[in-house]
């Protein structure tokens, strides 16, 4: 055994080749090396597979608009009774048209309110927006200093054929229901402001500011 170490050692040769082909120690060592070559080719074909698997992408582009709740406020007329130069009531007519949201003008703009006068104003709504909404018409911000004038003066709310009267000291109760207004539909509805005949002296003198609110709310399903 010494000698067969010797030679292994000298020479440089593998332990198996000093081993006769025939001996099965041989054949042991050639059964590892196949095992290990086939452990080998197999991680190989797997690492190979997985990076070469075929693969694609596609980008594409997303844009979203939101929609929008528009619309024109508008008075169209103005007519009534106002004191002329002389003092008497005369008739008058104001048929220029005016964007009461873009031009912050009053919806109306009385001096010197007497008995038996009448200013009536006739008001136009219009759905400029992408979405249909529920419009309302409403009174607000009343300051006065006579609880006398507003018992006085009297509001009438015209829509539809269908006219309702009210007192201005009741002005929370004041509103006006034009239902639901679809895309590029309108709604026509008038305000006349009254003061009656039998009206006092204590009337006299007296200033009156209140606001004309519209309420647009988003309808979103059709009723």
């Known amino acids: 055994m010494g000698k067969l170490q010797e030679n292994f050692r000298g020479k440089?040769?593998?332990?198996?080749?000093?081993?006769?082909?025939?001996?099965?120690?041989?054949?042991?060592?050639?059964?590892?090396?196949?095992?290990?070559?086939?452990?080998?080719?197999?991680?190989?074909a797997a690492i190979t597979a997985t990076t070469a698997l075929f693969t694609g992408e596609k980008e594409v582009e997303t844009h979203v608009v939101t929609g929008y709740l528009e619309f024109d406020f508008k008075r169209t007329n103005l007519i009534g009774q106002s004191l002329n130069g002389r003092g008497f009531l005369e008739e008058f007519s104001l048929n220029?048209?005016?964007?009461?949201?873009?031009?912050?003008?009053?919806?109306?703009?009385?001096?010197?309110?007497?008995?038996?006068?009448?200013?009536?104003?006739?008001f136009l709504i219009e759905n400029t927006g992408t979405t249909a909404f529920e419009a309302k018409i409403s009174f607000i911000n009343l300051e006065n200093n006579s609880d006398y004038?507003?018992?006085?003066?009297?509001?009438?709310?015209?829509?539809?054929?269908?006219?309702?009267?009210?007192?201005?000291?009741d002005f929370e109760q004041i509103s006006l229901d034009l239902g639901v207004l679809e895309v590029k539909e309108d709604a026509k509805f008038t305000i006349s402001i009254n003061l009656p005949t039998e009206t006092t002296n204590e009337a006299q003198s007296q200033n009156v500011y209140f606001d004309l609110k519209l309420e647009a709310t988003q309808v979103l399903f059709e009723k």
């Open 96 to 122: 220029d048209e005016v964007n009461l949201k873009e031009s912050g003008a009053d919806a109306f703009d009385i001096k010197g309110l007497v008995p038996g006068a009448t200013y009536t104003g006739d």
């Open 149 to 169: 004038i507003l018992q006085q003066i009297k509001v009438t709310l015209g829509y539809n054929d269908k006219h309702t009267t009210y007192s201005l000291c």
């Open 12 to 44: 440089g040769k593998r332990f198996s080749d000093v081993i006769p082909a025939d001996n099965p120690i041989n054949n042991k060592i050639r059964k590892i090396r196949l095992s290990i070559m086939s452990i080998s080719l197999f991680f190989t």
